[in-house]
Each structure stands twice: as C-alpha cells, then as structure tokens.
C-alpha cells in the first residue's frame, strides 16, 4: 500500500476552476485505476486557495498508473497555470491501519 499525501496552494482567482479540475481527476482515479483505492480532496481550514489531497494506492505499479491515466495528463495540463506551490509528503509512506486486507 501506498500513501502520498499533497498540498496544493492555488493561485488567487483560479480556486473554483482548479476544485472542479481537481474533483474530475480525483473521480477518474477512484472510478478508473482499479489500484487506487482512495482519493481525497480537502480545503485547508485556514487558507481557502490551500488544497490537501489523500491519495492511497494498491502499490508502486498503481501509482505509476496513475500518473499516465488521461484523467491525470488532463487535469495537470489544465491546472499548470492556477497552481502556485504543489508539495508532496509521504509519497514512499505505507499505511499501518487499516492492514492492507482490510482496505476493499
């Protein structure tokens, strides 16, 4: 299993447009790549241009999917110019609970 979790930091004007960029890819992975299991996006409490996204993966060949899924290529290609800060934690991280069994 693997879990990345992202913070994105929109530019000021493009939030509306980017959330619903972000939530058609974040429904692209969940409906369409049979190895990500979970795909969360959330607006940071403090900062409204601040985006966190959840991401868990059936494993590395799953997130290697995800990344040339047309879904993603659009999403990236459409969202390059209203993103201002884009960082990555725990992209090599795996889960401790649930076990992996218990993910469905």
Not at 1 to 14: A, E
Not at 40 to 68: F, S, T
Request: aromatic share 10%; with cysteine; proline share 5%.
């Amino acid at each position: 299993m693997r879990v990345i979790l992202v913070s994105i930091r929109i530019k000021p004007g493009y939030k509306d447009r980017f959330i619903n960029a972000m939530i058609d890819d974040a429904k692209g992975s969940v409906n369409d790549e049979p190895g990500c299991l979970r795909f969360d996006v959330m607006q940071d409490g403090e900062d409204p241009d601040k985006i966190w996204l959840h991401e868990v993966y059936q494993d590395e060949a799953a997130v290697a999917a995800h990344q040339i899924a047309p879904h993603f290529l659009k999403w990236k290609r459409l969202t390059s110019d209203w993103v201002e800060e884009i960082s990555l934690s725990g992209s090599g991280t795996t889960n401790i609970w649930p076990s992996d069994a218990d993910w469905k």
